[in-house]
Structure formats: structure tokens, C-alpha cells
């Protein structure tokens, strides 16, 4: 068979690719393209090297670069190509006279998208324009399909998502996300470290999902016959840890939960959770706070912000909030566990949500809080002591036996990071984990299953604890002002187009 006979039909018949899958074919037959090729310089260092030229230098320097061509103009004897690169964009000035009539020729039939090579001396051009004058390039490969439109980009937002790699190329806020988003990781590994926390990994295959409320995503495991979970948390393996004696860990990396797709949730979702031996909630606060706090200003360059066009400060200290008080005051009703479950009920009802038959006091009063002051609150506050129902791994509250000690931090009206005083009495948690139970039993797919390993290393005995979980990909939106998680996730979850 032929190179022409395995053409693919949608680039041989269509006229915008045609012409780029016959300089292919040819390309191939004069023996194709190189397995490597030597750079010298990234656009970056040169432009870092090279700041103040005046227009019409000449350096003197020699160096190679190597990157996508994505702009081309011709003048004649002249060409300007911009490369683009990892670091960002160069251009390449194409004198006939210096690259030769038969390279000048070669180079002229270069189609935007190319990857290309090319070595030549660094100059600035009459306009000041840094720029490398080539003397020879190479043809790394060539792009069978044409780039979008550079004034247009790639509008269609899904199409953004699903081409990623299309939507890098011609979307400079698509790349600047990126880099940010791996700048953020970056200061929140190195915040945690330089305040003695050991960076650990646990497993993402579980027999049984922990941690969170949450519905998992199932498989199988073939050689064990076993049924097994994808985790919805690293919580309670990160506190046999503890157990263990290491006495502050932490853990970026992947959760995975069954649950809806919104501008907030993905199903493949990426945390950092940590955990202090001898610390509560309020130490923990602390914590969060000043790893934020520097992340914030090491990335963005200070806590005043603004997102999707609202003025937002992250300055310390952030104020503190308490749920119950809170709640009664945004409604302008009490709220509390002193009323009859009907009466809370009957609230909730009224202000227009579903209440499920076997939601207690305090999964009634969670939701009303969730759906109806969440969203309101605006810069960033520590909302605490939360209802036992909706916390089973939490420690109860010194003063209130209806609540835990456990708190969110609240920003842009979604929650970005979720901790507690650990409980740590083993007993407990068996009740905790017994009732848990119960709500599974009547429908609560979210419920928290009984993990008797977990229970066997509580009985071992835990420290006083304290641990957090932070959404980074929430945070993420935030210091990069994307309004949804889409924006922040490289390769985000979408259903498969569908085939003809």
C-alpha cells in the first residue's frame, strides 16, 4: 500500500488540507523529519538576554530556536516567521541573501503550525523587533491541519476543552492559566515543607471510600476479584499516618467523586490535604490562612485582587463567622437546634428546597446554609462550628454538643478549603460512623461507610489533630480570575462527541 492509499479522506479531500498533506507525502519521501534537534535558546532567555537593543542591531551572537511557526508574512526577498515556543515567541527574520535562493524557496513553503529549527545570528530589525536571522533551518514536522483563525482563536467554548492542545496554541490566556496554576502547586508544596510537613502519597485504589460525603466512582480489580473505589479523599490514610507518627503530612493530588458537573465540580478534582499532630481548628486557621496569604502574593503579587470584575481582598486576619449565627442572621429567623425538626423543616420548605424524609436537624440546617448564605459570602471568612451530622470525622465542640469543631473558608460565594479538630476518640467514631450507616440505609447514597481498619488504628490511639483540605482547583479560579473550573483543568470531563 501506498502513502496515498492510507490518506485519510478528511484531510486528502478537503481543500484547506490538501495542499499541507501532499508537502507531507513529499517530505516523507525525501527522507522526513529529524529525530531531535538542537536548541541553544528559549524566546524567553533570549528576550531576557536582549532587553534594550536599539533598533538595527547586530550582536554578534549565534544561537539556535525551535518552535511552532505562528504568524508568517512575505516581503519579497524578505519573510518574517514567528515561532512560538514553551517559554513564548520569537521571530525569525528570512533574508534570500543569507538563507540562499534554495532555502528561501524551502522556507517560503512552510504552512502556519509547522514546527521548525533554525539557527542565525540575534539581531533587532529596523521596527526594534527581536529577532533571529537565520542562515538554515529545519522542518520538524509538519501540521496537517490549519491553526484557527489568530484574531478569532478558538471561540466554541466546549471545543476549547475538548482541543486543549488547539486552544494552548492560539489562546494566550488558556497558557497563562497553565503556568499559573503550576506556580500555585508549586508555593503550596514549598509552603508546606518550609513549615515541617512531609509530602506523602496514599492510595487511589480503595476498598472502601472514606473521608468525605461523597459518591465514588466503582471498579474492579481482575487478579483479586475485588471490588474496589476510586478515592473520594486521602483523609483517613493520611491520619493512620499520624498514628504511625509522622506528625505533620500532607498530600496533593487527585479525588474522584460520582457526583454533578458544574462551573465548580469535576468529577477528577485535585486537593492538598494536611494534617498536624497536636493542633485543633484554631491552629489550623492560622495555617491556612498564611499558606494562602503567601501563595496569593507570590503568584499574584498581592492579596487585593479582583475577580470576574469585583474588588476582592484576601488580606489578613479574615474574619470569623459563625454557622448557626450566620445563618439566623442572613434568613432573619432563628435558626438552631432548639426548634422541633418540623419546624426547621417546615423553613426549609418554605424558602424552596427538597428536604428528604431522613435529614436530621443538622443536614436541614446545612443545606439551608449551603444553598442561601454560601453564596453570599464574598471575601474570604472562616465560617465555624458546623452541625455533628454533616461532620462524622470531626471532633465535638468543647461548648455545644450539637456541634463539631470544624470550619470552611468561604471566598466568591463557594467553599476553598474544609477543616477540623480530628476526632480522635475511636468509640465515638463507631457511633459516628453507625449513624452514617443508617442514613445510607435510608438513601443517603452520600453517607459515610463503617471502616473497621481505620477503627482498629484509631484504637491504636491518635493525637490531638488538626487537618484541612484545600480545592486547588478552586483556588486556582481565584488568584487566575476564571469563573469555571473548566478554565483551570487542563483536560476537563466532557461527554465524547458523537461519532456519524
Known amino acids: 500500500m501506498s502513502a496515498a492509499d492510507s490518506d485519510p479522506p478528511a484531510l486528502a479531500d478537503h481543500p484547506l488540507t490538501a495542499g499541507r498533506l501532499e508537502k507531507f507525502r513529499q517530505d516523507l519521501e525525501s527522507g522526513g523529519y529529524p529525530y531531535r534537534f538542537e536548541r541553544e535558546a528559549t524566546a524567553a ?125 492560539v489562546n494566550e490566556d488558556a497558557r497563562r492559566t497553565a503556568l499559573a ?17 512531609l509530602e506523602v502519597e496514599t492510595p487511589m485504589l480503595q476498598v472502601r471510600p472514606g473521608g468525605a460525603l461523597a459518591r465514588p466512582f466503582r471498579t474492579h480489580h481482575n487478579a483479586l476479584d475485588l471490588d474496589m473505589y476510586l478515592r473520594i479523599a486521602p483523609e483517613l490514610f493520611l491520619k493512620r499516618l499520624v498514628i504511625g507518627g509522622f506528625e505533620r503530612v500532607f498530600e496533593i493530588n487527585r479525588n474522584f467523586r460520582n457526583e454533578g458537573i458544574d462551573s465548580t465540580h469535576n468529577p ?61 442572621s442572613r434568613l432573619q429567623v432563628e435558626v438552631s437546634f432548639h426548634r422541633p425538626l418540623a419546624e426547621l423543616r417546615d423553613l426549609a420548605e418554605g424558602l424552596g428546597l427538597e428536604v428528604a424524609p431522613h435529614w436530621g ?24 462550628d458546623y452541625p455533628k451530622e454533616v461532620s462524622p470525622l470531626s471532633r465535638d465542640h468543647r461548648t455545644d454538643p450539637d456541634l463539631v469543631e470544624r470550619f470552611e473558608v468561604i471566598a466568591v460565594g463557594r467553599e476553598l478549603a474544609n477543616a477540623f479538630s480530628e476526632l480522635i476518640d475511636p468509640l465515638e467514631q463507631r457511633r459516628r460512623f453507625e449513624q452514617q450507616m443508617r442514613a445510607r440505609a435510608e438513601g443517603d447514597q452520600e453517607a459515610h461507610p463503617i471502616d473497621e481498619d481505620y477503627l482498629l488504628a484509631l484504637e491504636y490511639g491518635l493525637p490531638p489533630t488538626g487537618g484541612l483540605g484545600i480545592g486547588v482547583d478552586r483556588l486556582v479560579m481565584v488568584l487566575t480570575d476564571q469563573a469555571s473550573i473548566r478554565d483551570v483543568v487542563l483536560f476537563p470531563h466532557l461527554r465524547p462527541e458523537s461519532t456519524p
Open 45 to 169: 532567555e533570549l528576550h531576557r538576554r536582549f532587553p534594550d537593543l536599539e533598533p538595527g542591531s547586530e550582536t554578534g551572537v549565534e544561537t539556535s530556536v525551535a518552535g511552532r511557526v505562528v504568524l508568517l508574512r512575505s516581503f519579497g526577498r524578505l519573510m518574517f516567521a514567528t515561532i512560538q515556543d514553551g517559554s513564548g515567541r520569537i521571530q525569525l527574520f528570512v533574508d534570500r541573501s543569507r538563507l540562499g535562493g534554495e532555502g528561501f524557496e524551502r522556507f517560503a513553503r512552510l504552512d502556519l503550525g509547522d514546527w521548525v529549527g533554525a539557527a542565525g545570528e540575534v539581531i533587532t530589525t529596523k521596527k526594534g523587533e527581536l529577532s533571529v536571522r537565520i542562515t538554515s533551518f529545519t522542518l520538524l514536522n509538519k501540521a496537517l491541519r490549519p491553526l484557527p483563525d489568530k484574531w478569532h482563536g478558538l471561540q466554541d467554548q466546549e471545543q476549547r476543552y475538548r482541543r486543549r492542545y488547539i486552544d494552548l496554541i
Open 181 to 197: 496554576r503550576t506556580a500555585i502547586v508549586r508555593e503550596l508544596r514549598a509552603a508546606f515543607e518550609r513549615r515541617g510537613f
Open 268 to 328: 477528577e478534582f485535585t486537593m492538598l490535604e494536611a494534617y498536624q499532630a497536636y493542633a485543633d481548628y484554631q491552629d489550623i486557621m492560622e495555617l491556612v490562612e498564611s499558606v494562602i496569604v503567601e501563595v496569593c502574593e507570590a503568584v499574584a503579587g498581592g492579596t487585593r485582587l479582583r475577580y470576574q470584575d469585583r474588588a476582592l481582598d484576601l488580606t489578613p486576619p479574615w474574619r470569623r463567622v459563625a454557622y448557626l449565627e450566620e445563618l439566623s
Open 361 to 384: 436537624k443538622g443536614k436541614i440546617i446545612a443545606e439551608l446554609f449551603e444553598k442561601l448564605v454560601e453564596p453570599e459570602i464574598w471575601d474570604p471568612a472562616f465560617v465555624v
